[in-house]
């Protein structure tokens, strides 16, 4: 489920190149694909400082939505949420990828679906059948990871309230959004918060 390809060939050349990159930790594919560990169930950036993973321990994703609708956590050290973020996917269609961005600038937090493939010019069906086939997810559990992922990067980057990142990040209450993020993340976000504020207090600035 976690890589959508035609044919197996084209899959194990895929999966060895990610390899390669992986075992280089090289920067070029950072953002391009996802890293997660079935001993760990942690998923990883290729860039990973780590120690690297066996290859049969290992399962690819090209986004970190799909490595956590597949049950994994993001990283604490290499923070996938920070990846660089790019939709240009070999096969991609323009539909699917305007779907993206429409979905990450909030279209489903204040319309429906319908409404979203109608600004398309597709039916919510085949949205919804695009969705299926290149993330194997729906399109509102894609905006509810992507969502999840823009709140855990307010949770390190800024200085505001719990409550605030959780209105800003879309949810309509902090009590959605604590259990969306402990349901997906296995963590409250306020205990996402303590260690990093405990970084933040003792790491010296560079
Ligand atoms: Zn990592």
Known sequence: MSLHWDKGEK???QQRQYQLARQARDARFDGQ???AVKTTKIFCRPICPANLPKEENVEYFIDAAQALHAGYR???RCRPDSAPHSWAWRGSSTSFERALALIEQGALQHATL???AERLGISDRYLRQLFQKKLGMSPKQY????QLMFAKQLLHSS???IMDIGFASGFNSTRRFNDAFQKALNLTPAKYDEPLIYRWKHTPSN
């Open 11 to 13: 899959m194990d050349h």
């Open 33 to 35: 694909f996802f890293v």
């Open 74 to 76: 993001p990283c604490l």
């Open 114 to 116: 319908e409404a979203l």
């Open 143 to 146: 905006a509810l990871y992507h």
């Open 159 to 161: 200085n505001m309230s």
